[in-house]
């Protein structure tokens, strides 16, 4: 068994198309099939199934293709350890969920650029499942992400707390109201992110929680595109805020809390539990512990 064994395995397990594969690896079919079946002869199982002309992963060929994603992984850590000196030098890729990258990360990339000049950072900026499905293939180094980890190899740590708030436009009939009561979330339209957000599963959660049911919603994937929605009087949100900050001192739109209630959660610093952490990522995780992102915005 070798690395190339494991890819082919790996990218054929991924697609269950072996023409597709073989095309991506400029190879020939016939060589991945026989790969598979070295594979299979080695460890005595047999990975797929061979139903007419499709490809389906046996039982023994999932349990495979998990462990299959975690040595990949390794070995990839590996090769990029080897490039980097042991100082404090190297490149940090970072995934953030869409509101942590839009309205956290360049708060907290600016200031450590100024203590680390030799430590280059790039991020990705997508929904919390998306980052999950990153730091499980080893596309970013660490992420920062709203809400729970579903992967078992991914291990986190609650790094900061946020608020969510809920908002609506100056003209709204709550406009003359300091904090808001439960029953005046009652038939609203409300205008929340789209499924996989972590700030709509926190949402989703409180009204469970209070028995309350919104029948009517419109769904957007963009926070700002949220915001304009309800400044022109479309609807009202829930949204966390440090995204409201700069509105609620325009006076651009209004900002409530509920009465007797702290909708608080708990922002994450994930990682993928076999990552080796090398000397920037681990200055970089140190730094944002100290970070207090709300001072940084005053």
Request: glycine share 4%; with cysteine; net charge negative.
């Amino acid at each position: 068994m070798n690395i190339r064994k494991l890819h082919i395995f790996y990218k054929t397990a991924t697609c269950l198309n072996m023409s597709q594969v073989a095309k991506e690896m400029y190879i020939s079919q016939p060589s991945i099939s026989q790969c598979i079946s070295e594979l299979e002869s080695e460890m005595g199982i047999r990975l797929f199934d061979r139903i007419g002309k499709k490809l389906y992963l046996t039982n023994e060929g999932k349990i495979f293709y998990e462990y299959t994603r975690r040595l990949l992984n390794i070995y990839e850590e590996a090769v990029d350890a080897v490039q980097y000196s042991k100082t404090h030098q190297g490149k940090i890729v970072i995934g953030a969920s869409t509101t942590i990258g839009a309205y956290i990360m360049p708060y907290v990339i600016h200031e450590f650029n100024k203590r680390e000049k030799d430590i280059k950072i790039s991020m990705i900026i997508d929904n919390k499942h998306h980052i999950e499905e990153l730091l499980l293939t080893n596309k970013v180094d660490l992420a920062f992400i709203e809400g729970s980890i579903g992967a078992k190899e991914i291990i986190s740590k609650d790094i900061w707390t946020d608020e969510l708030v809920f908002i609506s436009s100056t003209e709204h009939n709550w406009r003359e109201k300091e904090y808001l009561e439960v029953a005046d979330l009652q038939d609203n339209v409300f205008i929340i992110r789209e499924s996989g957000s972590g700030t709509r599963e926190r949402f989703e959660e409180f009204l469970e929680s209070q028995g309350i049911t919104v029948n009517s919603t419109i769904e957007l994937s963009h926070l700002e595109a949220i915001l304009n929605y309800v400044k022109l009087n479309m609807g009202v949100s829930c949204v966390p805020y440090m995204s409201v900050i700069r509105e609620e001192r325009l006076h651009s739109l209004k900002v409530y809390r509920l009465k007797g209630h702290e909708l608080n959660r708990s922002l994450f610093c994930a990682i993928h539990r076999d990552k080796y952490i090398s000397v920037p990522i681990k200055c970089f995780m140190d730094f944002c512990e100290e970070f207090d992102m709300f001072n940084s915005k005053s």
